[in-house]
């Protein structure tokens, strides 16, 4: 069942060159999809404070076929896939009246936070029907490139990054990764793929590493205690 939300661009959500930044196309989204959890009886806060458990992404592909501009109104629409194992599955789509402006895939992981487990899929009812999955190209693994990654800054995981989690929300990550690309291609990105392999938490200050590729860049973060927290691939156009 496809559910869909009606916004209006806020100015603040804008870059230098006036388009939507990566990261807010990625809340507007998120944000459609916890209102619908909410409306069916199961808010992200009833599901953690009634539940002890919390959704964590683990995958995610967005496509971008045009920008977003300020005051633009647009209507996001989200919706459950079939869903097995471990794995719930969601994807999303924006458009501006009738013209595409975005896509996303994602798969999420849902955690038992006091056993810090995670709990099959079948475990619990987000009481909406599921449909079929956006026809999007997601690799099972982001492959490394041959070439030599080069570390190109570190980054401290603050107060203005984390959720009631504690640990750095996944909405920051795009806008994050565009902060170490040059500024002129940033306007430029067409897809954007993450990958979540380790949480970032508060306090860790996070090395970020990235390759540069045909169409784009690969990208990888090591938090302090040297883990992988995210692999990335962007692709701009050429």
Known sequence: MKHTENFKIRW????ATRK?????????????ANLQ???AGLSLDTLRDERGLA????????????????YDEISVRTWTCESRGYTFSRCFDIYRKDELIAEAISFWALLDIKERKLVRCDKLSLGVEPDAP???????????????LEVIGKRDIRYSDIDYNMH???????NMLCDFMPLDEVGSITQMTLEFVHESAFGDTLTFNRATLEDGYYFKTVNTAGDTCLVAEV???Q
């Open 134 to 148: 956006l026809e999007l190209d997601v690799p099972r693994r982001i492959k490394p490139p041959q070439t030599e």
């Open 55 to 70: 959704f964590i992404l683990s995958k995610i592909k967005l496509v971008f076929h045009a920008p977003l501009y300020a």
């Open 12 to 15: 603040h959500d804008t870059d």
């Open 235 to 237: 692709k701009t156009k």
């Open 168 to 174: 750095m929300n996944n909405t920051k990550y795009p």
């Open 20 to 32: 939507v930044r990566p990261s807010e196309i990625l809340v507007y989204m998120q944000e459609t």
């Open 37 to 39: 959890l909410e409306r």
